[in-house]
């Protein structure tokens, strides 16, 4: 079925198909971090990915004729940046499925080290809970040596862990935006923004402790 357009997006299309190149630019000050963010997922290097995001561009332009409004706009240029992404990962022979660039399958997201064993009381209860950042002063939290910290964090994530938290925690998607443009079924969008937010925490509990 057929959904409305938003007002904004109707207006992007419309200007899209006239050739207006206001819409053009709006359209890259909005998407174009994330397409870029999306199509390192697929290939070897930030200078495919650009080219990957080029190659996008003129996939929009040659289909907005035939854009029938299914999905949001946003939603099916990030599913054409995915797609020509992933196809030139198969060109490179780095092609991998979508589901094992989140990390191993098994994978915990807290060290085991944390939990009693099975020779302790309360076998597989915290040993080390998760620690407090109440009294972390704010100040702390946000100095830029913090910052650097959680940005080194997301940089070694797995490249589908890093594109759903930044594509969530950077860019704002909702849940739903982010599982469609990367066609993620819901639990996997979620166990890879679980897994990648707990990495983080990780490591900035280890570098506040």
């Not at 992933?86 to 944390?114: I, W």
Request: proline share 4%.
């Amino acid at each position: 079925m057929q959904h409305a357009l938003s007002h904004e997006d109707a207006q992007l299309v419309e200007g899209l198909r006239a050739g207006d190149e206001a819409a053009f630019a709006a359209l890259m000050r909005m998407y174009g971090p994330g397409m870029l963010r999306v199509a390192q997922m697929f290939v070897s290097s930030r200078s495919v990915a650009e080219e990957v995001v080029q190659e996008a561009w003129l996939g929009v332009f040659k289909g907005i004729e035939r854009f029938e409004g299914r999905s949001s706009l946003k939603t099916w240029i990030f599913r054409i940046v995915a797609n020509t992404a992933k196809t030139r990962g198969v060109r490179e022979a780095r092609s991998v499925p979508f589901s094992s660039l989140g990390g191993d399958e098994n994978e915990t997201t807290v060290s085991p080290d944390r939990f009693l064993g099975d020779g302790e009381r309360f076998p597989g209860h915290w040993a080390v809970p998760p620690g407090s950042w109440a009294g972390v002063p704010e100040a702390r939290l946000l100095a830029a040596e913090t910052m650097d910290v959680i940005r080194r964090e997301i940089e070694r994530l797995p490249a589908a862990q890093r594109a759903v938290l930044e594509l969530r925690d950077i860019e704002g998607w909702s849940a739903d935006e982010v599982c469609n443009a990367l066609d993620l079924t819901e639990t996997n969008g979620r166990v890879l923004l679980h897994r990648a937010r707990a990495k983080v925490r990780a490591a900035l509990e280890e570098y506040l402790r």
